[in-house]
Structures are given as structure tokens and as C-alpha cells.
């Protein structure tokens, strides 16, 4: 009866082992319930590679259910939501391979590495995730782990500011080059470079619209489809109202399409499905078109298009660039050669005028020469000199680049040294003080009269013969202000004449011509004769 029966002790390790595995069950439990509660994808795969846990999260996630996965091998479920483009059998079996190591081993490399991968749910819906995989030891063997975090939204937000900084720099580039005045081809195969790394498509151009040929040239082409500098007639869709207002026009199946225009035909021929035609318009109307095919037909994505018509606006900008350089360069060259042609009329101007004047500089001397009386004849002669004073500057001018400006200095040098010369003042020493200033005509000529008169009334009546002396010329600037001076040293200036109202016609002739510039004279008799002429220099 006794053996029949359990002792004491043995019903006691009973108990303890029971409350254990209660105590475990509970435990195991609670794990569960922790591991369903996350939001987070856990699996859990045996010493063999077959699935034992598989969380709600997981299943939230890949979209592949519990009961679908339990049990399976863990590359197989790798498989099932794997992306189209990864579902291979080499890629099954590399997955195998790389799982079973790890088990058999006990270790991997990519063992508590965070890795990030893309899968494909089974309603097609293409999702990212950051996985991490661990190793467990166990009791009961080797498990691997892995903890999986959907950062689909955070991946995509990454890549639209990714795609965002692209917009800014193609649209950044395209306007730099406009700025350094790059050819537009150029800039248009640029901006297709660029924008066919950020929106799907594999053919891509930009036209140029010739209205009067009915013609639209292919400025720069990516692809096989179309060939920079082909030529094409205008023809619908791009004579479409909408299209020729602005408004984009998509294609989502060429084939589809009852007629198509020749680039449209190319680019179908080249293999593309849809399309895109946006146009690139200046003051309200299209100068040209941008367009965009891919491979697959179907709707292009919002953005796509934004970009698109961001690229187009700025190519449109460097179209109208283009043309605005072109007609600016016909323009200064028709001005240049005008210029040229009025330079030259203008020199042939001058040198007539100076021929006249010299002509009648003649005539008056030949005049003087049959007149008895010496005042009538020195009034003659002192015409003549005003005279050789005005045909200088036309010589002046003649010979100068600038046909708008004299060099004073030079001028007056020249006009000196011939009343010296004129009036045989060898004994008279002629010094000059000219700053380097440039005069118009209108203020070169009542300038140099001004110096012709003062100069030759000072060699004809400030010296006596033989007398030695010297005869001053300044000419000097103050700010606005110009300051014409003529000295001689020889005898003073009568103080009894008032030279603002003398009956002389020389002195007479200074002061409306000092009138004429608008300015004022002074004249200091303190030391010699000193006349000075301050005006401003006209605008």
C-alpha cells in the first residue's frame, strides 16, 4: 500500500516542479503579450530556420499574415515580400545559404547591424524598413531574432527634400549659365542631364518653335529617340489651344493616341509609352516645348510635372536671353558701323572747315596786302589770327580719335607757338601751365579766341623791341570750376581803361565770349598783366 502511493517529498517536488512550469507559462506569456503589443515587426526563427514567432506587428508591416508565416522558413517569408525586381532564384538560394551559415556557425556579420531594405506587400504596396537581426542562445538551441521598423514615411521625406535640393540646383545651374551667357543648346542639354535623374524617363527634348517655317528644332535631346539639331513641322498636339495658352499636356499611351505628331513618333518608336509636352512660354506664348517620354504607360507623378514645368520656365527664360544677346549683337553692330560712317562724315566735316577757314585766312591776307591804311590792314590781320584760332581746332579734331573732345593742352601749345611764330616774339619767352583737360567744341573755341586774343594783344603792345619778357598761359580745375589765365610781364595794364567797357574790338570780343561761357574776369595788374577767366565746365 505504501509503495502505491507517492511520498511526502516526491508529492512536494511535484508541486514545485508544477508552480515552475506555471510560473514559466506565465512568464512566456507575458513575453507574448509584450511581443504582440509592439508596434514593431519581431520574428523569431528555431535552430532550423523555420518561423516561431511572428508579432501582429510584423504582420502590420509586411502585410504578410501570422498563420502564413509560422512555420515556414524564415527565407522563405524574406521571398514572399520581396520587391519584383529581387524575386530571383539566385537570390532565393543566396538568402538560404547566408541564413543556414549563421545557424550552423553561430555567427554573421550583419548580426546586430541595422540595415535598411524595401519589400513589396502582397497588395503591392512597396514599403522601407530598418531591420535589425540578433542572435539568441537558448535552452532549447541557437534562434535568430530581428526587430523591423517601417521608416517608409521617413525614407520618403528624405527623398523628397533629396529631390527638392535637386529642383533648387537645376533651376540654380540653368540660371547661372544664363548668366555667364552659355549657348541655350548647352543649357538645354544640361538641364535634360539633370532632370532625367530626378523624374522617370528615358527619352527626353527641348524645341525650339519657328513659326514663319512652320518648323520645330531640336536644341538638345536625351535618349535614342531624338538627335540634337533634327528638325521636325509643327504639327498637333502642339498647335493645341490649351498648349499654345500654357497648359501642360500628358500622354499617358501614346499608342492610344489616333494621330501623333513626328516627335511623338520617335520617341514611340524608341520604345516609350507616355509623354509629356510642356511649353516654354515667353510674354504668353510658346516658343518652344520641353518634353518628357518614359517606357512604362500611366500617369506621371504631381511632381514630376512641377519639375518639369519649372525646368521648362527656366529654359523658356534662356530662349528669350538667347534672342535678346542675338538682337543686342545686330543692334550694336549696325550702331558701330553707323558710328563709323558719321565719324567719318564728321572728320570730313572738320577738314572742310578748317580748308575754308584757311581759304579765307588767305583772302584776308592777300586783301591786306593791297590796303594802304595800317589800321584797316592790321584789323585784317588780327581776323586772320582769330581765324587760324578757329581752323585750328577743326585740325585738332581732324586728326583726333575723339571726335567729341579736344586736348586743350595740345591746342593751346599749338595755337602759342604759331602767334609767336606769327608775331616774331623770339625774344619773348612763352610758358605754359595746362592741366590735362579735355574741352568740347562749344567750349574749345570761345576758349582758344579768349587766348588767342589776350596773347596777341600781349606780344603786340606789352614789350617793346627787343624787350625781353614772358608770357604766362594757365589752364587749371577746381572741382567744377575751370580757370583760364593769361600774364605777361611786360608793361602794366593802364589803369585809366576799364577793360569790361574798352572801345577796343579785341578786348570787346573776350568779354562776350567770357559771356558766352558764363563766367567771370578778373585782371590783376600788380606785377605785369595777369587776365583770369573762371566758368564751369558745362554738362
Request: aromatic share 8%; proline share 2%.
Given at each position: 500500500m505504501q509503495d502505491s502511493h507517492k511520498s511526502r517529498e516526491e508529492l512536494l517536488l511535484e508541486i514545485s516542479e508544477l508552480r515552475r512550469r506555471v510560473a514559466e507559462l506565465e512568464a512566456e506569456k507575458k513575453f507574448h503579450d509584450i511581443i504582440e503589443q509592439s508596434n514593431d515587426g519581431i520574428v523569431v526563427t528555431d535552430e532550423q530556420g523555420l518561423v516561431i514567432e511572428w508579432n501582429r506587428g510584423q504582420e502590420q508591416i509586411t502585410g504578410l499574415k501570422r498563420s502564413a508565416a509560422l512555420g515556414r522558413p524564415v527565407w522563405d517569408t524574406q521571398f514572399a515580400i520581396a520587391p519584383d525586381e529581387e524575386k530571383t532564384l539566385s537570390a532565393y538560394e543566396a538568402a538560404k545559404t547566408r541564413i543556414l551559415d549563421a545557424l550552423k556557425t553561430q555567427q554573421a556579420p550583419w548580426f546586430n547591424q541595422s540595415l535598411e531594405h524595401a519589400i513589396q506587400r502582397p497588395d503591392g504596396a512597396r514599403r522601407f524598413m530598418q531591420?535589425?537581426?540578433?542572435?539568441?542562445?537558448?535552452?532549447?538551441?541557437?534562434?535568430?531574432?530581428?526587430?523591423?521598423?517601417?521608416?517608409?514615411?521617413?525614407?520618403?521625406?528624405?527623398?523628397?527634400?533629396?529631390?527638392?535640393?535637386?529642383?533648387?540646383?537645376?533651376?540654380?545651374?540653368?540660371?547661372?549659365?544664363?548668366?555667364?551667357?552659355?549657348?541655350?543648346?548647352?543649357?538645354?542639354?544640361?538641364?535634360?542631364?539633370?532632370?532625367?535623374?530626378?523624374?522617370?524617363?528615358?527619352?527626353?527634348?527641348?524645341?525650339?518653335?519657328?513659326?514663319?517655317?512652320?518648323?520645330?528644332?531640336?536644341?538638345?535631346?536625351?535618349?535614342?529617340?531624338?538627335?540634337?539639331?533634327?528638325?521636325?513641322?509643327?504639327?498637333?498636339?502642339?498647335?493645341?489651344?490649351?498648349?499654345?495658352?500654357?497648359?501642360i499636356q500628358v500622354i499617358e499611351d501614346i499608342e492610344a493616341l489616333p494621330q501623333k505628331n513626328p516627335p511623338e513618333r520617335a520617341i514611340h518608336a524608341a520604345g516609350m509609352r507616355a509623354c509629356i509636352w510642356v511649353p516654354l512660354m515667353v510674354q504668353g506664348g510658346p516658343v518652344g516645348a520641353l518634353s518628357v517620354g518614359k517606357a512604362k504607360p500611366g500617369p506621371f507623378a504631381p511632381q514630376d510635372i512641377e519639375i518639369a514645368r519649372e525646368v521648362a520656365d527656366s529654359l523658356a527664360v534662356a530662349l528669350q536671353q538667347?534672342?535678346?544677346?542675338?538682337?543686342?549683337?545686330?543692334?550694336?553692330?549696325?550702331?558701330?558701323?553707323?558710328?563709323?560712317?558719321?565719324?567719318?562724315?564728321?572728320?570730313?566735316?572738320?577738314?572742310?572747315?578748317?580748308?575754308?577757314?584757311?581759304?579765307?585766312?588767305?583772302?584776308?591776307?592777300?586783301?591786306?596786302?593791297?590796303?594802304?591804311?595800317?589800321?584797316?590792314?592790321?584789323?585784317?590781320?588780327?581776323?586772320?589770327?582769330?581765324?587760324?584760332?578757329?581752323?585750328?581746332?577743326?585740325?585738332?579734331?581732324?586728326?583726333?580719335?575723339?571726335?567729341?573732345?579736344?586736348?586743350?593742352?595740345?591746342?593751346?601749345?599749338?595755337?602759342?607757338?604759331?602767334?609767336?611764330?606769327?608775331?616774331?616774339?623770339?625774344?619773348?619767352?612763352?610758358?605754359?601751365?595746362?592741366?590735362?583737360?579735355?574741352?568740347?567744341?562749344?567750349?574749345?573755341?570761345?576758349?582758344?579766341?579768349?587766348?588767342?586774343?589776350?596773347?596777341?594783344?600781349?606780344?603786340?603792345?606789352?614789350?617793346?623791341?627787343?624787350?625781353?619778357?614772358?608770357?604766362?598761359?594757365?589752364?587749371?580745375?577746381?572741382?567744377?570750376?575751370?580757370?583760364?589765365?593769361?600774364?605777361?610781364?611786360?608793361?602794366?595794364?593802364?589803369?585809366?581803361?576799364?577793360?569790361r567797357n574798352t572801345e577796343t574790338l579785341g578786348l570787346q570780343l573776350v568779354m562776350t565770349l567770357v559771356d558766352q561761357l558764363n563766367g567771370i574776369v578778373e585782371l590783376d595788374t600788380s606785377d605785369g598783366t595777369a587776365f583770369k577767366i573762371t566758368f564751369t565746365r558745362s554738362s
Open positions: 531591420t535589425m537581426t540578433f542572435p539568441i542562445q537558448t535552452t532549447a538551441g541557437f534562434m535568430i531574432g530581428s526587430i523591423t521598423r517601417d521608416i517608409t514615411d521617413q525614407k520618403q521625406a528624405e527623398n523628397e527634400l533629396r529631390r527638392y535640393a535637386a529642383r533648387l540646383k537645376i533651376l540654380y545651374e540653368i540660371a547661372q549659365a544664363i548668366l555667364e551667357s552659355q549657348p541655350t543648346a548647352q543649357i538645354a542639354q544640361a538641364a535634360l542631364d539633370r532632370l532625367c535623374e530626378l523624374i522617370p524617363c528615358q527619352e527626353s527634348g527641348v524645341f525650339d518653335f519657328d513659326f514663319e517655317t512652320n518648323t520645330a528644332s531640336v536644341l538638345a535631346a536625351k535618349g535614342s529617340a531624338l538627335q540634337a539639331g533634327a528638325h521636325f513641322p509643327l504639327a498637333l498636339p502642339l498647335f493645341d489651344t490649351r498648349f499654345l495658352q500654357g497648359h538667347t534672342w535678346l544677346r542675338d538682337a543686342l549683337q545686330v543692334y550694336t553692330e549696325y550702331l558701330e558701323t553707323s558710328l563709323r560712317e558719321k565719324e567719318v562724315l564728321l572728320k570730313e566735316v572738320h577738314h572742310r572747315v578748317k580748308n575754308n577757314l584757311q581759304v579765307i585766312s588767305s583772302l584776308l591776307n592777300l586783301q591786306a596786302n593791297f590796303i594802304k591804311d595800317p589800321q584797316t590792314a592790321g584789323a585784317l590781320v588780327e581776323s586772320q589770327s582769330r581765324i587760324r584760332s578757329m581752323a585750328l581746332i577743326h585740325e585738332k579734331l581732324y586728326c583726333s580719335a575723339n571726335l567729341a573732345q579736344i586736348d586743350f593742352a595740345e591746342y593751346v601749345h599749338s595755337l602759342a607757338t604759331d602767334l609767336f611764330r606769327f608775331y616774331r616774339a623770339h625774344h619773348i619767352d612763352l610758358v605754359m601751365d595746362i592741366a590735362d583737360i579735355s574741352l568740347d567744341i562749344d567750349m574749345a573755341i570761345p576758349c582758344g579766341l579768349i587766348v588767342n586774343e589776350l596773347v596777341s594783344n600781349a606780344l603786340k603792345h606789352a614789350f617793346g623791341d627787343a624787350q625781353r619778357g614772358e608770357v604766362r598761359v594757365g589752364f587749371t580745375s577746381q572741382g567744377k570750376e575751370l580757370i583760364l589765365t593769361v600774364y605777361d610781364s611786360g608793361g602794366a595794364f593802364s589803369n585809366d581803361i576799364d577793360f
